[in-house]
Each structure stands twice: as C-alpha cells, then as structure tokens.
C-alpha cells in the first residue's frame, strides 16, 4: 500500500492532468452543472479531505502549470491562494480536513525526528514555528485549511512513521 502511495505522489501531476481533463470535457460535453460538482468535491473531502484542488481540479492544474512555469515568482503562489479562496469546493473540504475519515497519522513509537517530512510541507514551511508534522505541541499541518493532501510527507517518511489512512 505504501509502494501504491509513493507511485501515485510521484506521478501527481500525471494524475491530475488526466483526471482534470477528464472533468473539464465532462462537463463542457454533457453541460453538468457546477452544483453537482460542488457536491461530488464536498463529498470526496468527508472521506479524503481536501483532495480534490491537487488530485482533480482542472482550476487547480492550470494554477500549478503556471505555478511551475513562474519559478519562485510569489504573485503566481498568490494568485493560487486568491483562486481558492474563491471556490467552495476549496472552502468545504478545507473545512473537511479537521474531520474526514482518510487523515494523515504519526506513529510516534517509530518516529525518528528526522524532521524529513517537515521539509517537504509547504504549510509548515509558511510557519515553521506553528507546524509541524511529528513535533509534539505544534500544529499539525494535515488538519489545517490549508493542505491539500499534496501526501509529500507521507511518501518521505524513510520509516513509514506517517500514515494517510483512517
Ligand atoms: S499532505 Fe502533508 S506535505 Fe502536503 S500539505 Fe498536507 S501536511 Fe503538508
Ligand atoms: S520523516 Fe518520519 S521519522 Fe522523520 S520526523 Fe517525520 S514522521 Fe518522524
């Protein structure tokens, strides 16, 4: 299962084109309205949490492409947070992470303090002295507004200390 997770983070991008369009030609060739997919990302962040601006939004791949193309250009980061802002889907499952069934989870009986999984979290790279993934007393970042279950601290955990799993 592990194995499945670190293919599928690696290849996120691959995966999000695909679903993303996917959806987009869904919607433009059947005319479905936007309610309903409201609906089917609200209902995918009760079980998985925020997933669906970083695994299916066609919104979303077009930020990130562009994200990618503008290097370290922060109005692009910006400009990505100000489009979530502005969707529901964002708000909802945002909301979600707190409570959905899927959620990130440390073992800490095996955690090394590395502090690997904590470099790879843009969330904790924000606020490095709020966050932090295995760091008692510190927030953690898979339950905030924020993530997006990109899963990067999962897959970078070299002792499986963290889980995504309910
Ligand atoms: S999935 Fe992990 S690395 Fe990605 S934003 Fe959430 S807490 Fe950070
Ligand atoms: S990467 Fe794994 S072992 Fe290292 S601090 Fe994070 S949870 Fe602990």
New binding site residues.
């Given amino acids: 299962m592990r194995k499945v997770l670190k293919v599928m983070v690696g290849n996120r991008m691959i995966i999000l084109s695909v679903l993303g369009v996917l959806l987009y030609l869904a919607i433009s060739q059947y005319h479905i309205s936007l309610w309903y997919i409201v609906i089917a990302g609200s209902a995918l962040g009760i079980i998985f949490g925020k997933v669906f601006c970083r695994w299916v939004c066609p919104m979303g791949l077009i930020m990130e492409m562009m994200m990618s193309m503008g290097g370290d250009d922060g109005k692009i980061k910006q400009m990505y947070q100000y489009h979530k802002i502005g969707c529901p889907i964002a708000w909802i499952s945002g909301f979600l992470n707190k409570y959905s069934f899927f959620r990130?989870k440390l073992n800490e009986d095996t955690c090394k303090n590395c502090g690997i999984?904590d470099k790879?979290?843009?969330?904790?790279a924000m606020e490095p002295t709020k966050y932090s993934?295995y760091k008692p007393g510190n927030i953690?970042?898979?339950e905030s507004y924020?993530?997006?279950?990109?899963?990067?601290?999962?897959a970078s955990c070299p002792n499986g200390s963290l889980t995504y799993k309910v």
């Fill in positions: 990130i999984c790879k979290c843009y969330i904790v993934l953690k970042p898979g924020t993530c997006s279950k990109c899963l990067e601290c999962v």
